[in-house]
């Protein structure tokens, strides 16, 4: 991130020693698809400041504001800039959750829509009682951009949700193989399940990998593997972990220290998948680990994956939660992989602003009705949103900025990382976009000082600094 | 419900026999909320009638349809009538989730402000970026008519979200306690929680009733016991179940056994806390258990189960997912019980058209952030709703409406049953507002039978059909 270039002063770098990339002139004159935009963060005041200080103290009365890293004035937001309460405005972008900019003006028309307005107060119950401009809706949002072979949807709210049905979407469909099609349930299935007991309730299992973040509800915490103070004190389900791949890096130096890693990691899955005390029905995958500390495998680790996952009839479910909607410069992460067959259900959230899995195969839809359903079954506004999202990323291209800005991004810190390569360690993430990440000592510290100059840059697992910066941060943002 | 009355034809009664109950003409010059709603359901094609039954197959291709009820026309909806792609017009309110009427004019206006475009754009990682206006909007919405003794609230995305978050408070409070304030995770705990092992992550359970509903996640379906359609195939945690009062009707006819049945039920809980194979943390329980059957149980019981679980130290959590917001003739059903210490933990959503948990105890905040934490932490855009709901049924004094037009349905099916005892069964509800239901033979194809009369009523459990109108429905819809 360019901001990280110009104040890297924090990495222990004087700024005056730092070469810009090379061509970022030319760069620097592309069209800002924001023209109200700061030309750069603006910080007056200590953050939070004494108006804010006040607003933190009010809510916490009501709601815990120990995570609470800003308190915003959206109004004043725009494109890649968040506003706080003080007059201060500085970079963000939700978790990665923000893709089009603050108070972009095609969304403030969509939201703005009697469509959207209708949806929000005639809220349907989805699966009993759908508008019908529910398939159109579909047709021309969510599953404009469904991954190749996957072209039916189940919604949701939220990441853990999207997540949690898949995973019953696999027990289901395990337990329909097992049994056989158009075999009725038994009547100790049916007795034991209302005891939360085997056959009815089964132990099945999903496997996911070390340092995986994958939700916080009871089984996609279960999946989780990133931090202690996520899962602490909290039941969870006896599922197995495998090694997630640990790069070293540069990779063009250790091409073959990693593909032996890899290999490791799929012999640990298989093994896993052998040894198991029960079956497992699905192995879930993020593309790029990103809680975690931007773990990466390459292309021939998914496939080998998804090899292993169709030769063991388990199946593998693609969390794109948060690699989803472009920012890897692919609109899906899992594109980049070329996959000769698809991923069994891919998930998504955030950037999409509503939630759900995809899959293909019919068969993963359940036997009978109810057995995947809920009172809302996702949120007709947020799908409004998403098609917004789509059309301003097509319009505009988006996907292929992220992938210009993050090659020039990834070229720039290289250079650094070059000149000051105990500070720039591991720098990951070329070809993917702006998901970009480095080690850098003193982690938190650095992070913590990138704020007071207006750059809420993130961190992921012990000692990542990440950029998550949304689809609308171009070159001259540096 | 009137039209069940005027309709009651299929109950095998002939609608000349149906006496209206006393003092109907009084009532039926109520004012309307709704002065353009039709002034009864039109039923013109079958339902799905042609139009609809086309969209229905173009969605079927994407979205499982097979829970399908009817394809709707929101546009065309208003007040307690939703219209379908047929031009059919009947009763229905969403799963009991639609409160005040389709197009209500203020919610129009509601979701048509600034205020609300803002929170769709620009929509805020709660936890970390919340947005200015938060706490205002929490005490003016949500927090307004927060139950008695329970001041700070947990914002979340949808019920099972917001039942499941209340069990991980449950949990981290249980293991706060049994570990001492002040004292650290251990090396072993910090360890075993990452491979979902004890101590870290704990054999602990939640206490649930026999036909309960609770959600549809893994950590909530664990405690839901309603049918077997929701729990087949699914991995679930090893927690107990106790039995819930089954009372007989009427009421007054049966005092003394259903005391005794109530004792009973509640000796069986205090027996499974003290025998159960690992602690319980808490006892989730509805006012009125809804999916399940329309099952009631009486103030005295609750007191029981209030007492009791103090006593015990484990956790009272009260699901008002669907009883809440009004429907009962209260806001919050558990008013009926006066109960001297507030229930630990209330759940809400549907009506609510947000979701979430309040609690009172500043301990139920976890001991450290990020340990109840995701990207979104609820909808600002849903808070604004739910705002404009609460405005809009103290405007109309809504909750006494419903209380009244509750009573009059009441008595009404009270006159049906004593000249039909074999039709109209254990007919409860009595003082719940429109919370009303009764079991009838043959009861699915009374269903059915009622929807070609354009009035969408449900089933719960096996046998009841139960009444769940919206808050604006009123005695002249009779």
Redesign the interface.
């Known amino acids: 991130m360019a901001s990280i270039l110009r104040h890297s002063s924090r990495l222990g770098i004087r700024a005056t020693s730092l070469a810009l990339p090379r061509g970022r002139n030319a760069y620097a004159t592309a069209t800002p698809y924001f023209n109200n935009e700061p030309s750069k963060p603006v910080v007056m005041t200590s953050i939070p400041g004494p108006v804010s200080k006040k ?1 933190i103290e ?2 916490d009365s ?14 004043k ?1 725009v494109g890649n800039y ?1 506003a706080d ?1 003080d007059g201060n405005v500085s970079f ?1 972008a ?2 990665a ?2 893709p089009v900019g ?3 003006p095609h ?2 028309a969509t ?2 829509s ?1 469509e ?10 989805l ?6 401009y ?2 159109s809706l ?2 021309t949002g969510i ?1 404009a951009v469904a991954p190749k072979g996957l ?5 949701a ?5 999207a997540i ?2 898949s ?2 979407a696999a ?2 469909y ?3 193989m097992e049994r056989g099609e158009g075999v009725d ?1 038994t009547p100790q ?2 007795e034991s ?5 085997a056959p ?6 999903i496997m996911s990998f070390k340092k995986a973040f994958h ?6 915490l ?1 999946t989780t ?1 990133s931090k ?12 197995p ?1 495998a090694s997630f791949p640990q790069l070293k890096y540069p990779l063009e130096d250790n091409v073959e220290a990693n593909k032996k890693e890899e290999e490791r990691c799929l012999a640990e899955v298989e093994d896993i998948m052998n040894s198991w005390h029960c079956p497992i029905a699905a192995v879930v995958v993020e593309p790029i680990q990103s809680e975690g500390g931007d773990n990466h495998a390459s292309p021939a680790f998914f496939h080998g994956l998804r090899k292993l996952t169709k030769k063991m009839g388990v199946l593998l479910i693609v969390d794109e939660v948060q690699t989803g909607v472009g920012s890897t410069g692919k609109f899906w992460a899992h594109e980049h992989w070329n996959l000769e067959s698809p991923p069994d259900m891919v998930t998504f ?2 950037k999409a ?1 509503t939630a759900g899995y995809y899959f293909g195969d019919p068969m993963l ?1 359940p036997n ?9 079954m996702g ?1 007709p ?1 947020r799908a409004i ?1 998403f098609r917004g999202i789509i059309q301003e990323i097509e319009k505009h291209d988006l996907v292929k900025n992220t992938a210009e800005t993050g090659d020039y991004l990834f070229r720039g810190l290289q250079e650094l990382a070059s000149k000051f390569p105990e500070k720039v360690q591991n720098l990951r993430g070329k070809d993917r976009g702006t998901f970009i990440a480095f080690d850098t000592p003193n982690r938190d510290a650095f992070l913590k000082k990138m704020k007071t100059f207006g750059v809420n840059v993130g961190g992921s697992g012990d000692t990542a600094v990440r950029l998550r910066p949304m689809l609308v941060f171009q070159k001259h943002h540096g």
Chains 1, 2 share one sequence.
Not at 157 to 161: L, Q
Not at 200 to 205: H, T
Not at 369 to 374: G, L
């Open positions: 607003a009010e809510l009501v709601f815990d504001t120990r995570s609470l890293n800003m308190i915003c004035n959206y109004e937001s968040v309460m963000y939700q978790i959750s923000i603050y108070n972009n969304l403030i939201m703005s009697k959207a307005v209708d949806a929000l107060v005639n809220r349907p119950a699966g009993n009682f759908p508008p019908g529910w398939a579909l047709k599953l072209g039916q949807v189940f919604t709210m939220a990441g853990s949700d949690e049905t995973y019953k027990f289901i395990r337990r329909r349930f299935e049916i399940s209302m005891k939360n007991q009815g309730s089964p132990e099945l299992a939700g916080r509800l009871f089984g996609s279960s593997r202690p103070v996520h899962k602490l004190d909290i039941p969870s389900f006896n599922w972990q959230s955030k602003q839809r009978l009705p109810y057995r995947q359903f809920n009172t809302w949120d506004v949103l």
